[in-house]
Every structure is written in structure tokens, then in C-alpha cells.
């Protein structure tokens, strides 16, 4: 079954340093899709991205964060300088449009941020 | 404020016990309804997901779910749980014509005690 791939696992990174957090979609998808989970909180929507632009973002999306798919496979989440409230496990997915019959969203298996 | 809400923060079950959690929305219109689990450690799955047609929707694992429209609510079932139900369930939904993305419900641990 195909799968939405996320690199590193871990990263541990330093307040202020940036951080990019990769991510290889299913090779059909045209959604892309970032999310995060803070330690027991629940999954939140931060941007998708359709056609090479981000197409809805949510309110956490500020201007620390940016998105790129830098090639045909990879999908990109930047922090531009990390704040200690930026760790969490961060999600990549993607899917094909709603109204595609076979329509499927499909998560990675997220990257664990530490900020210290 | 428009939301998704789980009932139960924290269940515990024993095994072979019978399993509701409830799950309710409060956006009007057209939604796409999904559940995912997240056993300890590993990423989202996708357990069921309702678009249109039969309210009662079978997913993975004998796990299913009912759309109750006038009750805006989507209640994850299974009758008899292992386990290896013991996760982290998350509701979601998505607003037709509101775009792509998914609105995530808080989350219910499930423990279940062998």
C-alpha cells in the first residue's frame, strides 16, 4: 500500500535555529498537507498545498513557517527560527481531490520537533 | 465557536467489553466524517470514513460508525474490543466547499485492560 514518507523520525533542534522537515507524498496525490500535534493535544490543520501554492492555511501558519515542493517528490515544511512552543509531532499528508471516486488522505508517520 | 468534540477524554475497557465513543460536530451544510487511530508511537490511520449513502459505515478491525444527521454526530462501535484497541481515536471532519483540510476532534485515549 502506498505510503506518505516523513524524514527524520526525531529532530532536536535549538530556540532560534531553523529547522525543515521533509516529507515524500504518494506519487499520484495532488494535496499535500502539513498538520502538528502538540504532546496531548489534539491534530491541527496548519497549511495545504495544491498546483505549487499554498491553497488554505490556518492562523498558526505565521510568517515563520513556509512550505516548498522543491522537486516532483518532496514536500517541505521550513521554521524559519524555532520558539520552545514549536515542538510537537508534525504530520505531512496527502490526498487526491474530494470528488475524485477513489478519494483518499493518507498521513505520515510524522517527524517528533524538539525545540530546546 | 463551530468545532468537533469527543465525549470521553479517557476510557478504559476490559477486553471483550463493547465500545462507543461519540463524536459530534457543530458545522452546517455538507461534512465528510472520518475516524482515525493512533496506537502508541506510530502515525494516523485511517480506520472509516463516511462521504454519502448508508449512515452505517463499516471500517478496519469490525470497527463502525453511525451519521446520525440531526444529531450532527458520528459515534465510533465496535462490539467486542482486544487489547490492541488500546490507542488514541480521533474524529474528523471536513466541510464540503470549505476546502481540503480536516477539522481533528480532541482525541479519546482508549485503554483496555487484558
Known amino acids: 500500500e502506498p505510503e506518505v514518507t516523513q524524514t527524520p523520525s526525531h529532530q532536536v533542534t535549538q530556540m532560534g535555529q531553523e529547522v525543515i522537515l521533509r516529507c515524500v507524498p504518494i506519487?499520484?496525490?495532488?494535496?499535500f498537507y502539513w498538520y502538528r500535534q502538540i504532546l496531548g493535544q489534539k491534530v491541527e490543520f496548519l497549511v495545504s498545498f495544491y498546483n505549487n501554492e499554498i491553497s488554505e492555511k490556518s492562523e498558526i501558519f505565521d510568517d515563520q513557517f513556509s512550505v516548498e515542493r522543491p522537486d516532483g517528490s518532496n514536500f517541505t515544511l521550513k521554521i524559519r527560527s524555532t520558539k520552545l512552543e514549536d515542538s510537537a509531532m508534525y504530520f505531512c499528508a496527502s490526498s487526491l481531490p474530494s470528488d475524485r471516486i477513489n478519494y483518499g488522505y493518507t498521513f505520515g508517520s510524522g517527524t517528533r520537533l524538539t525545540v530546546v | 465557536a463551530q468545532s468537533v468534540s469527543q465525549h470521553n477524554h479517557h476510557v478504559i475497557l476490559s477486553e471483550a467489553a463493547s465500545l462507543e465513543l461519540g463524536c459530534n460536530y457543530s458545522y452546517g451544510g455538507t461534512v465528510n466524517l472520518f475516524w482515525y487511530v493512533q496506537y502508541p508511537g506510530q502515525h494516523l490511520q485511517l480506520l472509516l470514513k463516511y462521504f454519502s449513502g448508508d449512515p452505517l459505515v463499516k471500517g478496519i478491525k469490525g470497527f463502525e460508525a453511525e451519521f446520525i444527521k440531526s444529531k450532527f454526530s458520528f459515534n465510533l462501535r465496535k462490539p467486542s474490543v482486544q487489547w490492541s484497541d488500546t490507542a488514541e481515536y480521533f474524529c474528523a471532519v471536513r466541510r464540503l466547499n470549505y476546502g481540503q483540510n480536516f477539522v481533528f476532534g480532541p482525541g479519546t485515549r482508549l485503554s483496555v485492560l487484558p
Open positions: 506519487s499520484n496525490h495532488l494535496y
